[in-house]
C-alpha cells in the first residue's frame, strides 16, 4: 500500500461518521444487529471492555466500594416516584407487558407464531438507569447513621430506546457501572461526587489517554432528578464533544421519594443524601473517535486486548521452525514483564497467509506495537519494531535484549504520545469568545471547535442560543468559576464564570 | 451461645428450605425484591460471583475461548425458528411490546400514572438463552471451513419468567455465563461439549468442593432443541439433586433452522455442528446447600469472598494500638502468600462492637479461617485459630510464624475436608436398586436419596414413573453405561445401562 492511500475509506477528512463505521468494522470490534438499536460487541471490542472493567472496577474497590446486583426490570410504580426522573427517561424505555408465549398455527401458511400472552397487573420498564430500584433496596437496608455511607457499585446491561443508534456511542442497550452510594450529610455526599469525578478524569487520561474537561452541567444538562451534574468532557477528532461520564449529587430527591431515612446521631429521623454516577461501553466510541486514524485503530496499550503482536517472516521453509521458535520464546519472555502492575499482553501470529495481511490487520486492529522477526534477525540478535503512533513507514531495527528491557518504557511512550496529540487538538480548538457576533459565526464553520465564554444566560437564553445552533453548553469548567469579572457573551452581565459551548454525540 | 443451640433457626433436620432462608439471610447474601422472582444481590453473595467469574473465565480462555456479547431482546421471529426450543422456553419468557411511557394525570387522584406506548411492530422476548440471537450472528460470521471452529463465551443476565422462585436457585432473572460454539463436524463439536463437561466437574469439585455426577440427560430430559445433553448433578443436604452446570451438542439443529453455514474442505455447502454450555448464579444455591450447617454459611475457601477475618481483642485501652497494629502487620503478611495463585484474602475486622457478637457474624457469613489476636498474644507471639469446617468451640493457639507459613495448606485441608464430607455424603446416599417394589417403596421416605438403577424404559415410561414420585432420571451416569447386564428396574429387559434417579431443585 503507498503512503498516499489509507487502510480506512473514506478517511477523517472525506467523512468523519462513515470513517468511524468502517474503522470499527476493520478492526472487527462490532456490528448492528437485527434487534433494534442495539449492537453485538465482537471479541476485539468486548476485550477492551473488559480491561476498562478490571482496571475501574479496581479502583472502585480501592476507594471503598463493593459490587452487588439489582433486577433488570423496574415495576413502573418506581418510576413515577420521582417526577423529574419518570419524565426524563419516559420516552425512551423498552416496556415489558407480558410474561408467557404461546404458539398460534396460521391457517394460512400453516406456520406456528408466538403470541404474547400472561398479561402483567403492572408492567416493568427495563432499567433505563437504576436509581429507583436500588434506593428502594438503599431504604430497607438503612436504619441508622451507623449504616451509613453506602457504596455499592452494579455492572450491569441498561436499555434507552434510541432513535438515532451508533455502534458503541449511542444504542439502545450498552453495557456500564452505575454507583449508588446514601450518605448521612450533604457534605459527606458531595466529597463522594467530586471523588469519583476526579477518578473518571484520571482514568479518562492514565488509561485511554484522553484528555477531558472536568466540569459542571447547568441545569438544563443535569441528570433528571440530580441536584448537581458533574462530568468528564472528551474533544474528539471531527471537534465535537462526548460526555465520557457523570457523576450526580442527587440531594434528597431519591431519598424522600423512595424514603431512604435514618436516625440521626440526635435521635432525629432524617434522608439520606445520594449519589450516582457511570461510565459505559461509549467509552469505547470516544477512545476510537478520539485516537484511530485513516489507517483504522489505535489502541492506548493500557487498554489495548492485545499490546505486542509478534509475526513470524519464514520466507523458506528449512528456517521456518527456528523462527518460530524465537517468537515464541520472545513472547514468553516479555509476558513476564509488566506494564503498570499487570503482565504485557503479547500475541505471537503464526496464522498461514500472506504477511502483508497480517500486517495490516493488526495496523487496523490498533496494536500499539508490531514486531516482526525473520531468519537474519536471529543471527543477529535484532528485531523488527513498528509503533502504531508513527507513520506505516517507519520502523527500527532494534536489539533484542534492548528491546525486552524497553518494552514496557515503549508502551508508557505510545501512551504518552497519543495523550500529548490528544490534548494538544483539544488547545488549539477550544477558542475564547466574547462578542456574541462571533459567537453566532462560529458555529457557521465546518466542523467547529468548542468556544469558551463568559456566562450569565438564564436557562431559557441557553436554550434559545442552543436550539439555534444545534450545539449545548458542555460544562462550567471547574478551573474556570473565579476569573476576572467579564460580561456575559449573550446579557453583558458581569460575570467570574466561564461555559464551554459545543456540538456533541 | 451454648453447644444444643444453633445460630441459625429453624435447623437443617426441623425445615431444610425454610433454613436455607434463614442462612442467605444470616450470612446478608442476597434478598428478594419487588420486581417478581427476581433477587438482589447483596456484596456477600456477589463476591463469590466475582471469583466464580474470575475463575471460570481463566479457565475458558486457556481453552481457546473468547468473551463477546449480544443483545438482550430477542426477535419474536428467531425463537420462532427452532420449534422444539421456541416451545421449551415458550411458557417463561417475558416479552417487551412497548418502547416509551406516557404520563397520564388520574382526574380523581391528581397523581400522575405511566402508560406503556409505542407499540412495537414485531415484540421481543427477554433473553431466555442465547442460542437463537448468537446463531443469527454465527451465521454472518461463518463463510468457509476455515472460519471454524468458532469458540464465543458470553458472561450475562438472562430471564425465565420462574412461578416458584428461590433466592440463587430459581430466579426469573439470573446471571451466568453461556458458551456457543460451532465447528466444522460432528466429532469436533462432540470433543467441545465433552471437554467443557469436564472442566465443569473439575471446577465444582476443585473450586466449590462438590463432587458432581457426569452424565447424560435422557431424551425427556435435554434442553430444548438438543441433540445431547451432559449434565453434573450435585446432591446437596436433604438429599435433593441439583443440576449444576449443562454442556449441549445441538447438531444441525440450530445451523440449519439459522443457515450457519460454510463451504468445506471439499468446497461443498455444509452446515455448521454447534454446541451450548452454562452455569449460573444457581451454583451459589447449591454450594450453600452442600456445606453451610445449623450455624450459617461454610465457604469453599477458593470463592470465599474474605478468606481470613482477623479480629483484634482489645479488653483494655492502653493496649489497643498494638494489638490494632499487629493485627493489621498480620494481615499484611499474609496478603503476600497466595493460594492457588491467588493472593490471600484476608480482612480485620476492627468494629467497635461486641466482640461476641463479630464472631458469630463471621461463622454466618461463613469465613473458613477466623484468627483473634489479644493483647497478651502478642508477648508470646500467638493467634487464637478457628476453622469454620470444625466444630464452633474448638480452637487452637498456634504460633503465629508457624501459622504464617501454614495459611495456605490449611485452606487446601478446609477446601479438602468439605470436599470428602459432601463425597462421603453423596455415596451413602446412592443405592442401587434392583427391584420395582423397593423401588416404589424408597420414594415414600422422608427426603429419600437417589436410588440408581438399570434402566431400558421408553420415554413414555420414564414420563410415568416420574410423574408418580415427583422425581427425574438426574443422569446416565459416564462411568456406568458399560456395566455387566442386569435387567431394567421397570420393564426387566436386560440392559448394561444405569440411570440415577432423585427429587430435584
Same mark, same amino acid.
Given at each position: 500500500?503507498?503512503?498516499?492511500?489509507?487502510?480506512?475509506?473514506?478517511?477523517?477528512?472525506?467523512?468523519?461518521?462513515?470513517w468511524? +463505521?468502517?474503522?470499527?468494522?476493520?478492526?472487527?470490534?462490532?456490528e448492528?444487529?437485527?434487534?433494534r438499536?442495539?449492537?453485538v460487541?465482537?471479541?476485539? !471490542?468486548?476485550?477492551?471492555?473488559?480491561? $476498562?472493567? *478490571? +482496571?475501574?472496577?479496581?479502583?472502585?474497590?480501592?476507594?471503598?466500594?463493593?459490587?452487588?446486583?439489582?433486577?433488570?426490570?423496574?415495576?413502573?410504580?418506581?418510576?413515577?416516584?420521582?417526577?423529574?426522573?419518570?419524565?426524563?427517561?419516559?420516552?425512551?424505555?423498552?416496556?415489558?407487558?407480558?410474561?408467557?408465549?404461546?404458539? +398460534?398455527?396460521?391457517?394460512?401458511? !400453516?406456520?406456528? &407464531?408466538?403470541?404474547?400472552t400472561?398479561?402483567?397487573?403492572?408492567?416493568?420498564?427495563? &432499567?433505563?438507569?437504576?436509581?429507583?430500584?436500588?434506593?428502594?433496596?438503599f431504604?430497607?437496608?438503612?436504619?441508622?447513621?451507623?449504616?451509613? =455511607?453506602?457504596?455499592?457499585?452494579?455492572?450491569?446491561?441498561?436499555m434507552?430506546?434510541?432513535?438515532?443508534?451508533? #455502534?458503541?456511542?449511542?444504542?439502545?442497550?450498552?453495557?456500564?457501572q452505575?454507583?449508588?452510594?446514601?450518605?448521612?450529610?450533604?457534605?459527606?455526599?458531595?466529597?463522594?461526587?467530586?471523588?469519583?469525578?476526579?477518578?473518571?478524569?484520571?482514568?479518562?487520561?492514565?488509561?485511554?489517554?484522553?484528555?477531558?474537561?472536568?466540569?459542571?452541567?447547568?441545569?438544563?444538562?443535569?441528570?433528571p !432528578?440530580?441536584?448537581?451534574?458533574?462530568?468528564?468532557?472528551?474533544?474528539?477528532?471531527?471537534?465535537?464533544?462526548?460526555?465520557?461520564?457523570?457523576?450526580?449529587?442527587?440531594? *434528597?430527591?431519591?431519598?424522600?421519594?423512595?424514603?431512604?431515612?435514618?436516625?440521626?446521631?440526635?435521635?432525629?429521623?432524617?434522608?439520606?443524601?445520594?449519589?450516582?454516577?457511570?461510565?459505559?461501553?461509549?467509552?469505547?466510541?470516544?477512545?476510537?473517535?478520539?485516537h484511530?486514524?485513516?489507517?483504522?485503530?489505535?489502541?492506548p496499550?493500557?487498554?489495548?486486548?492485545?499490546?505486542?503482536?509478534?509475526?513470524?517472516?519464514?520466507?523458506?521453509?528449512?528456517?521456518?521452525?527456528?523462527?518460530l521458535a524465537?517468537?515464541?520464546?520472545?513472547?514468553s519472555?516479555?509476558?513476564? *514483564?509488566?506494564?503498570?502492575?499487570?503482565?504485557?499482553? /503479547?500475541?505471537?501470529?503464526?496464522?498461514?497467509i500472506n504477511?502483508?495481511?497480517?500486517?495490516?490487520?493488526?495496523i487496523?486492529?490498533?496494536?500499539?506495537? &508490531?514486531?516482526?522477526?525473520?531468519?537474519?534477525?536471529?543471527?543477529?540478535?535484532?528485531v523488527?519494531?513498528?509503533?502504531?503512533?508513527?507513520? /506505516?513507514?517507519?520502523?527500527?531495527?532494534?536489539d533484542?535484549?534492548?528491546?525486552?528491557?524497553?518494552?514496557?518504557?515503549?508502551?508508557?511512550?505510545?501512551?504518552?504520545?497519543?495523550?500529548?496529540?490528544?490534548?494538544t487538538?483539544?488547545?488549539?480548538?477550544?477558542?475564547?469568545?466574547?462578542?456574541?457576533?462571533?459567537?453566532?459565526?462560529?458555529?457557521?464553520?465546518?466542523?467547529?471547535?468548542? #468556544? $469558551?465564554?463568559?456566562?450569565?444566560?438564564? =436557562?431559557?437564553?441557553?436554550?434559545?442560543?442552543?436550539?439555534?445552533?444545534?450545539?449545548s453548553i458542555?460544562?462550567?469548567?471547574?478551573?474556570? +468559576?473565579?476569573?476576572?469579572?467579564?460580561?456575559?457573551?449573550?446579557?453583558?452581565?458581569?460575570?467570574?464564570?466561564?461555559?464551554?459551548?459545543?456540538?456533541?454525540?
Open positions: 500500500m503507498s503512503n498516499d492511500k489509507t487502510a480506512i475509506t473514506p478517511t477523517r477528512a472525506q467523512d468523519f461518521p462513515e468511524y +463505521q468502517q474503522v470499527v468494522r476493520a478492526a472487527d470490534m462490532a448492528n444487529s437485527e434487534t438499536g442495539c449492537m460487541i465482537k471479541p476485539w !471490542g468486548y476485550g477492551i471492555w473488559e480491561l $476498562i472493567q *478490571q +482496571q475501574l472496577d479496581r479502583r472502585f474497590k480501592a476507594t471503598g466500594h463493593q459490587n452487588a446486583y439489582f433486577p433488570l426490570l423496574i415495576p413502573l410504580s418506581y418510576l413515577e416516584k420521582e417526577a423529574e426522573h419518570a419524565e426524563g427517561f419516559a420516552t425512551e424505555c423498552a416496556v415489558v407487558t407480558h410474561h408467557r408465549l404461546e404458539a +398460534q398455527k396460521d391457517e394460512v401458511t !400453516g406456520k406456528t &407464531r408466538m403470541i404474547p400472561g398479561e402483567l397487573a403492572e408492567p416493568y420498564v427495563i &432499567r433505563p438507569t437504576s436509581e429507583t430500584i436500588i434506593g428502594a433496596a431504604a430497607r437496608w438503612v436504619q441508622s447513621y451507623r449504616d451509613l =455511607p453506602l457504596l455499592i457499585n452494579q455492572w450491569a446491561n441498561v434507552r430506546w434510541e432513535m438515532r443508534p451508533r #455502534l458503541f456511542l449511542r444504542t439502545a442497550e450498552f453495557l456500564w452505575e454507583g449508588h452510594t446514601a450518605h448521612e450529610t450533604m457534605d459527606e455526599a458531595i466529597v463522594e461526587t467530586r471523588m469519583i469525578h476526579g477518578l473518571y478524569e484520571e482514568f479518562l487520561r492514565d488509561h485511554l489517554a484522553i484528555p477531558v474537561i472536568p466540569g459542571e452541567k447547568t441545569e438544563n444538562e443535569r441528570f !432528578g440530580a441536584d448537581m451534574t458533574l462530568t468528564v468532557e472528551a474533544m474528539v477528532q471531527d471537534r465535537k464533544a462526548i460526555q465520557a461520564g457523570t457523576s450526580h449529587y442527587l440531594g *434528597q430527591n431519591f431519598s424522600k421519594a423512595q424514603d431512604i431515612s435514618f436516625t440521626g446521631r440526635d435521635g432525629t429521623i432524617q434522608h439520606a443524601h445520594t449519589t450516582s454516577w457511570g461510565v459505559s461501553t461509549r467509552m469505547i466510541g470516544t477512545l476510537i473517535m478520539a484511530a486514524d485513516d489507517d483504522g485503530l489505535v489502541l496499550p493500557r487498554v489495548a486486548t492485545q499490546q505486542i503482536v509478534i509475526t513470524p517472516v519464514t520466507p523458506k521453509e528449512d528456517t521456518r521452525d527456528a523462527v524465537s517468537c515464541q520464546a520472545l513472547a519472555t516479555l509476558r513476564n *514483564q509488566s506494564f503498570h502492575g499487570e503482565p504485557l499482553r /503479547v500475541h505471537v501470529d503464526t496464522r498461514d504477511g502483508g495481511v497480517k500486517k495490516w490487520e493488526w487496523k486492529k490498533g496494536v500499539p506495537v &508490531r514486531i516482526e522477526i525473520g531468519p537474519r534477525d536471529i543471527e543477529t540478535r535484532k523488527c519494531l513498528q509503533r502504531r503512533d508513527q507513520a /506505516v513507514t517507519a520502523k527500527e531495527f532494534a533484542k535484549e534492548d528491546f525486552i528491557q524497553r518494552a514496557a518504557d515503549i508502551l508508557q511512550e505510545i501512551h504518552d504520545s497519543l495523550l500529548a496529540k490528544a490534548t487538538f483539544r488547545d488549539e480548538n477550544i477558542t475564547p469568545c466574547d462578542s456574541i457576533e462571533a459567537f453566532h459565526a462560529h458555529w457557521g464553520q465546518d466542523n467547529p471547535g468548542w #468556544l $469558551i465564554t463568559p456566562w450569565a444566560g438564564s =436557562p431559557e437564553q441557553e436554550d434559545e442560543l442552543s436550539g439555534q445552533h444545534k450545539i458542555r460544562c462550567l469548567p471547574l478551573d474556570k +468559576q473565579d476569573e476576572p469579572d467579564a460580561p456575559c457573551v449573550l446579557t453583558g452581565v458581569p460575570t467570574r464564570g466561564r461555559a464551554i459551548w459545543g456540538r456533541s454525540y
